[in-house]
């Protein structure tokens, strides 16, 4: 495993709560009460220890990429109470064991992929949350569903009994610009608004996924109710993103 350099207890916790001090001040700002926002915390190559001083904070909700590092850490932590979201791109063989850790998968980005998932839980007799991933970046790099097809595969899945929808998820342009960023925002809530008029039963879009932390406040002024946030908390990973986020 690929690990941060061991970062002091104190500054996690200034960290965390410099963060909720900046999603209440966003929410402030378009008058939405700081409990309609979600924090997850974005824990790939972040020790266990580190993220035990999270945890020890009162943080919860735990994000991670590779399914190996998140098996071993789910297991380390599971006294915490934890809640793991699988947010990184899911590859077929790998299914079974992600069903182990994550309690919802916001990664599902293809049919294909909807379909072996179907499958597992028919096989494991169970049902599971998840959200759309949508590349409203258009960037070949990212994955998702492209925007214009997101509609085709929410119906899609909808047929699929196992599969809960419970909203929709991106990654959003990198910019140091929030002006770059939101209109990626915008689109993934416009999808929203459409994937409601389908007026599908029994699902739920109620949550966009949505804001790093280079741009989570400008998401959650776009309509985020998950922010995921990773460097603002646990500081830089010795990785590329681009490491988690490509096939290799
Ligand atoms: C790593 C990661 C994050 C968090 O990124 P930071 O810039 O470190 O906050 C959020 N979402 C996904 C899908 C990620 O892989």
């Given at each position: 495993m690929h690990?941060?350099?061991l970062i002091g207890a104190d500054v996690i916790r200034r960290n965390l709560s410099y963060?909720?001090?900046?999603?209440?001040?966003?929410c402030e700002r378009i008058g939405r009460s700081p409990d309609t926002v979600q924090l997850l915390l974005a824990t790939k190559t972040v020790p266990i220890e580190t993220i035990q001083i999270a945890l020890?904070?009162?943080e919860r909700l735990l994000g991670e990429n590779k399914v190996q590092e998140a098996l071993g850490k789910q297991e380390a932590l599971a006294a915490y109470g934890t809640e793991w979201h699988m947010i990184g791109h899911?590859?077929?063989n790998k299914i079974k064991?992600?069903?182990?850790?994550?309690?919802?998968?916001?990664?599902?980005?293809r049919l294909s992929l909807a379909q072996?998932?179907?499958q597992r839980l028919e096989y494991e007799d169970r049902t599971l949350p998840i959200y759309?991933?949508?590349?409203?970046?258009?960037?070949?790099?990212?994955?998702g569903v492209p925007p214009e097809d997101a509609l085709t595969l929410i119906r899609a899945v909808h047929q699929l009994d196992r599969l809960q929808i419970r909203g929709l998820m991106t990654i959003g342009v990198f910019s140091a610009e929030a002006e770059q960023v939101r209109p990626c925002f915008r689109l993934l809530r416009q999808i929203q608004q459409q994937a409601l008029e389908l007026?599908?039963?029994g699902a739920d879009f109620s949550t966009l996924s949505m804001g790093m932390s280079g741009d989570f406040e400008t998401a959650i002024e776009e309509g985020a109710t998950l922010v995921r946030v990773g460097t603002a908390v646990f500081g830089q990973r010795l990785y590329p993103d681009s490491y988690y986020w490509n096939e290799t």
């Amino acid at each position: 495993m690929h690990t941060n350099e061991l970062i002091g207890a104190d500054v996690i916790r200034r960290n965390l709560s410099y963060i909720r001090e900046r999603i209440k001040l966003a929410c402030e700002r378009i008058g939405r009460s700081p409990d309609t926002v979600q924090l997850l915390l974005a824990t790939k190559t972040v020790p266990i220890e580190t993220i035990q001083i999270a945890l020890e904070a009162g943080e919860r909700l735990l994000g991670e990429n590779k399914v190996q590092e998140a098996l071993g850490k789910q297991e380390a932590l599971a006294a915490y109470g934890t809640e793991w979201h699988m947010i990184g791109h899911l590859q077929r063989n790998k299914i079974k064991h992600t069903l182990r850790f994550a309690q919802t998968i916001e990664s599902v980005d293809r049919l294909s992929l909807a379909q072996q998932l179907q499958q597992r839980l028919e096989y494991e007799d169970r049902t599971l949350p998840i959200y759309i991933q949508v590349n409203t970046s258009y960037e070949p790099s990212k994955f998702g569903v492209p925007p214009e097809d997101a509609l085709t595969l929410i119906r899609a899945v909808h047929q699929l009994d196992r599969l809960q929808i419970r909203g929709l998820m991106t990654i959003g342009v990198f910019s140091a610009e929030a002006e770059q960023v939101r209109p990626c925002f915008r689109l993934l809530r416009q999808i929203q608004q459409q994937a409601l008029e389908l007026a599908l039963p029994g699902a739920d879009f109620s949550t966009l996924s949505m804001g790093m932390s280079g741009d989570f406040e400008t998401a959650i002024e776009e309509g985020a109710t998950l922010v995921r946030v990773g460097t603002a908390v646990f500081g830089q990973r010795l990785y590329p993103d681009s490491y988690y986020w490509n096939e290799t």
